[in-house]
């Protein structure tokens, strides 16, 4: 059974850093897609940052240059290093492991970015 849980979260002023961390707890991580999504009060979660198997990362426009999403597969650990916060940064952000059709969410940690 795959676990997902995320750390890292909290209140940080604009122009700040956090790093979220997402630790994968199953024997799927190294051959998994791992994501970060976010989901701001009201609004629809969306697709942040996503790292695939080999590497490949993708971002969506409004983080780039900001956010870098890594994966160390020795840990089972997937991480998001993001810079130069702004508030409408703010928002639940969740980890996400995908394989084929397999799909798994960690809880969720809050990040709030204050201006």
């Known amino acids: 059974q795959v676990q997902l849980v995320e750390s890292g979260g909290g209140l940080v002023q604009a122009g700040g850093s956090l790093r979220l961390s997402c630790a994968y707890s199953g024997s799927m991580f190294s051959i998994s897609t791992m994501n970060w999504y976010r989901q701001a009060p009201g609004k629809q979660r969306e697709l942040v940052a996503g790292?695939?198997?080999?590497?490949?990362?993708s971002y969506v426009d409004s983080v780039k240059g900001r956010f870098t999403i890594s994966r160390d597969n020795a840990k089972n650990t997937v991480y998001l290093q993001m810079n130069s916060l702004k508030p409408e940064d703010t928002g639940v952000y969740y980890c996400?492991?995908?394989?084929?059709?397999?799909?798994?969410w960690g809880p969720g940690t809050q990040v709030t970015v204050s201006s």
């Open positions: 790292i695939s198997s080999s590497s490949s990362t």
């Open positions: 996400n492991a995908l394989f084929g059709r397999l799909q798994h």
